[in-house]
């Protein structure tokens, strides 16, 4: 089929500035006429030539409401703009880190590999005509726009005059896998709809070993369970967890993914993870069934993770502590050791003191997913995380929910690779309370006051910039408030030089740092799709043995209750 260009006349507008999180507004909004077009036509604009004209882009998403129109629209765009190929995931989906995987590892029938890849999710936020939409690019490293080229796309929007489309293109089927043909004023222009899974089950299975992980998960006293909480993840965890790994279908839920998730909310934490929180014996009810041995969930794209042992809660930050602690000898892709860790400035410093312990390159970088990106494509980097659910290694450049549960799984298979038959297997409870042991408990909580005025939420961070001046002022008031609670002895807005690029990023969050090693930590988040989201971080480190079995809220009482 042979089509021809359209210049559309549109206005501007001036949405949220894209970070690494992308654009993220309401359904309503971005349905709105030529409102997604005119991001994507900004963000072509602010490519370079050569990563659009002949070029192969991806296009894929978590399958949320509106995905499959916006996919159309893209492909109609990209076409119109000179791009070659697009590569579509079957129906749409791919999960964010298979996006990155498909973008660094796939090659085409031609030789071709993808310059860049639009991202269609809104994260772990829920989906449906009235929930979230969202949007981001990410580059050829497989990793999401740096600031330099969001800032530019953010101009962008507010002078776009015209975008070009290809509307008359029929509509591509994308629960085929195919390859779909047309031609245009700058000749052939192909749609390609491949196997959502298989690029990225390839991958995981240079990184782990599937033989090892399924050793444990045949023996019969290991149990198991996994939800995707009807994300996108569920395109996956047939095929690893079960197809590769030997685990019961029984095993999964709510692993088919929907576009409003259910009517879910599908943030894999102790709150919205319902279901599988009761399941592994966490919840309020007790249904008298033993619980699995291990269990995990995602989030609508799939990049976060949530690990659980029977009874037995895994905070983020102790989690990618622990398999920084564990990596070299369970999982074959480290053998060799590791080139480095980093975590976030808000994440707990349980990696730091194991990096201190290993001798590790350690770095703390603002929350972004490109600053880890930078570490790794210098080589400084193999593992990072975030206290947010985010779990990942150099093997991509993104978070990746799917390789903390195998990282996990990994652990636990060379962990018990001697006792499969024995009388009790290692548990997930035990690898924690025996890292704690070893190298001290951080103790750690965060609140988040959502949807706040946004003019508040940067005045009350101003006045705590203002605080800070005067750590007499800010005693007085902590001890006026408790009087057990540390001296703060130390106070700043963390700022970041990457030692990569040189790029400085200023107004991080808000520390406050006492005398005993305790942090309070302040931050803005942009995560949310409207408002603004005030999150609190609140850390305390033990490294005393005889008080690491702590309940939490008993720990942290001091520097939680008024």
Aim: hydrophobic share 40%; with cysteine; charged share 25%.
């Amino acid at each position: 089929m042979v089509f021809e260009v359209m210049k559309v006349p549109t206005t501007p507008f001036e949405g949220q500035k894209p970070g690494t999180s992308g654009l993220r507004k309401k359904v309503k909004v971005f349905v709105q006429p030529h409102y997604l077009q005119n991001f994507v036509q900004a963000t072509f604009n602010a490519l370079t030539p050569e990563k659009v004209k002949g070029a192969t882009l991806v296009v894929s998403g978590d399958g949320r409401y509106f995905s499959k129109d916006a996919v159309q629209i893209i492909i109609k765009m990209s076409a119109a703009n000179g791009v070659r190929c697009v590569w579509v995931g079957q129906n749409g989906l791919l999960s964010t880190p298979a996006v990155s995987a498909v973008i660094r590892e796939r090659v085409g029938a031609d030789g071709s590999k993808a310059t860049g890849a639009f991202i269609l999710t809104a994260s772990h936020n829920p989906g449906g005509p009235n929930e979230d939409f969202g949007i981001k690019y990410n580059m050829e490293n497989g990793g999401p726009a740096p600031e330099a080229l969001t800032d530019k796309i953010f101009e962008n929007t507010k002078t776009i005059k015209e975008y070009l489309i290809a509307d008359e293109l029929r509509e591509v089927d994308i629960s085929t896998i195919g390859v779909t043909n047309f031609s245009g004023p700058d000749g052939p222009f192909d749609v390609e709809v491949f196997d959502s899974a298989s690029d990225y089950v390839k991958l995981m299975k240079s990184i782990f070993d599937f033989e090892l992980i399924r050793k444990l998960l045949s023996s019969p006293k290991f149990t198991f369970c996994y939800d995707a909480l009807h994300g996108v993840a569920g395109a996956y965890a047939n095929r690893i967890f079960v197809e590769e790994l030997g685990a019961q279908q029984s095993s999964l839920l709510n692993c088919t993914p929907k576009e409003d998730f259910g009517g879910g909310h599908p943030d894999p934490n102790l709150t919205y993870a319902k279901e599988l929180v009761e399941r592994m014996g966490l919840g309020k009810s007790n249904s008298g069934v033993e619980p699995p041995e291990f269990g995990a969930a995602a989030d609508g794209d799939a990049d976060r993770n949530m690990i659980l042992g029977k009874r037995f809660f895994v905070t983020p930050s102790d989690s990618v502590a622990i398999i920084a602690a564990n990596a070299v000898g369970a999982i074959p892709y480290f053998s060799s050791g590791l080139k480095g860790v980093a975590r976030s400035m808000p994440t707990s410093a349980a990696l730091d003191v194991v990096a201190k312990s290993l001798n590790l390159k350690f770095f703390e970088v603002p929350t972004g997913w490109k600053f880890f990106g930078n570490l790794m494509d210098a080589g400084q980097c193999s593992i990072c995380g975030e206290e947010s659910f985010g779990t990942g290694s150099d093997h991509i450049r993104e978070k990746d929910g799917i390789w903390a549960v195998l990282a996990w799984l990994s652990i636990l298979a060379y962990k018990n690779k001697d006792n499969i038959n024995g009388d009790k297997l290692v548990t997930v409870e035990d690898i924690v309370r025996q890292h704690w042991a070893t190298y001290g408990r951080h103790y750690y909580t965060r609140y988040d006051y959502e949807n706040v005025d946004a003019g508040g939420a940067k005045d009350l961070m101003a006045n705590m910039v203002k605080m800070m001046s005067s750590l007499d002022e800010v005693n007085t008031i902590v001890k006026g408030a408790r009087s057990d609670v540390s001296k703060v002895v130390n106070a700043d807005e963390f700022e970041y030089k990457d030692p990569v690029d040189g790029s400085v990023s200023k107004h991080q969050g808000i520390r406050f740092l006492f005398e005993d090693g305790s942090r309070l930590v302040f931050r803005l988040s942009g995560t949310g799709s409207e408002g603004a989201t005030i999150r609190l971080y609140i850390e305390q480190y033990e490294k005393d043995p005889s008080k690491i079995g702590r309940d939490s809220q008993e720990a942290l009482a001091p520097l939680v209750s008024p």
